[in-house]
DNA sequence: CACATGATCGCCT
DNA sequence: GGCGATCATGTGG
């Protein structure tokens, strides 16, 4: 048994088709995973529940590179049920349950088989000022009422869960090292996290916010 | 900011 | 049995 899919904060009621914002195509997920998480910043989050939209706007992911990444569950092929949804061609859901309370959202990409993803660390509410609503994995996913029953759902087939284009420009981008991992070794040094610089929703700590491109 | 701790449980060895 | 792609809270610098 998963966790109870609990309701979307309300304060995320957003529907982007209402903007006429594209979706992404599926080769877009199949390409190299840190483009795909650099791209994502500034891109909407949709989710359909009880017959409403939530949506938030990505403001940070990381890049998670399969079996040569010593962080990635993926690491080394492995193949378990919960990784699985991995494996999927780009464009689906793969959603963990960690600490024995939260759960975190990734997009996997490149094609199937090939098992990467990006990881949605933090994103904005539709109308902004809710900083820690969205700041952190566990709080995108709470927030968005996200859970396991979800991983593996496709992004690309007219479902609950979409992804769409951003229209503004992002800002400037910071990069850093990922997040949580230091006990991969130095695949924990890799500058895979990706960011938007101004926003107030960002995780983590501010010793990780210098780097930009 | 850095570091420490507790909560809480599915997953893997 | 141990630990984690986390978070909230508390301490100290």
Same mark, same amino acid.
């Given at each position: 048994m998963t966790k109870k899919s609990p309701d979307p904060?309300? /304060?995320?009621?957003?529907?982007?088709r209402s903007l006429g914002l594209e979706e992404f195509s599926r080769d877009f997920f199949r390409l190299d995973t840190t483009v795909v998480a650099r791209e994502i910043i500034g891109s909407w989050f949709a989710r359909r529940h009880q017959n409403k939209w939530y949506a938030a706007r990505i403001v940070e992911t990381e890049a998670y590179l399969g079996?040569?990444?010593?962080?990635?569950?993926?690491?080394?092929? /492995? /193949?378990t049920r919960r990784v699985e949804?991995?494996?999927?061609?780009?464009g689906h859901l793969y959603v963990f349950f960690v600490y024995g309370m939260h759960c975190c959202a990734n997009i996997v990409t490149q094609p199937a088989g090939i098992a990467q993803a990006v990881l949605l660390r933090a994103a904005e509410a539709p109308?902004?000022?809710?900083?820690?609503?969205?700041?952190g994995p566990g709080r995108f996913c709470a927030a968005l009422g996200i859970?396991?029953? !979800?991983?593996?759902?496709?992004?690309? !087939?007219?479902?609950d869960f979409r992804l769409f284009r951003g229209k503004a420009a992002h800002g400037k981008i910071g990069v850093s090292k990922r997040i949580g991992?230091?006990?991969?070794?130095?695949?924990?040094?890799?500058?895979l996290r990706f960011f938007e610089?101004? !926003?107030?929703?960002v995780s983590g700590p501010a010793s990780l916010r210098g780097k930009s491109t």
């Amino acid at each position: 048994m998963t966790k109870k899919s609990p309701d979307p904060d309300h /304060r995320l009621a957003f529907n982007p088709r209402s903007l006429g914002l594209e979706e992404f195509s599926r080769d877009f997920f199949r390409l190299d995973t840190t483009v795909v998480a650099r791209e994502i910043i500034g891109s909407w989050f949709a989710r359909r529940h009880q017959n409403k939209w939530y949506a938030a706007r990505i403001v940070e992911t990381e890049a998670y590179l399969g079996s040569d990444d010593a962080a990635a569950h993926s690491w080394r092929g /492995r /193949r378990t049920r919960r990784v699985e949804p991995m494996y999927l061609d780009g464009g689906h859901l793969y959603v963990f349950f960690v600490y024995g309370m939260h759960c975190c959202a990734n997009i996997v990409t490149q094609p199937a088989g090939i098992a990467q993803a990006v990881l949605l660390r933090a994103a904005e509410a539709p109308e902004g000022s809710l900083p820690k609503l969205l700041s952190g994995p566990g709080r995108f996913c709470a927030a968005l009422g996200i859970t396991t029953e !979800s991983s593996g759902t496709d992004l690309l !087939s007219n479902g609950d869960f979409r992804l769409f284009r951003g229209k503004a420009a992002h800002g400037k981008i910071g990069v850093s090292k990922r997040i949580g991992v230091d006990y991969a070794g130095e695949a924990a040094d890799w500058p895979l996290r990706f960011f938007e610089t101004n !926003s107030p929703a960002v995780s983590g700590p501010a010793s990780l916010r210098g780097k930009s491109t």
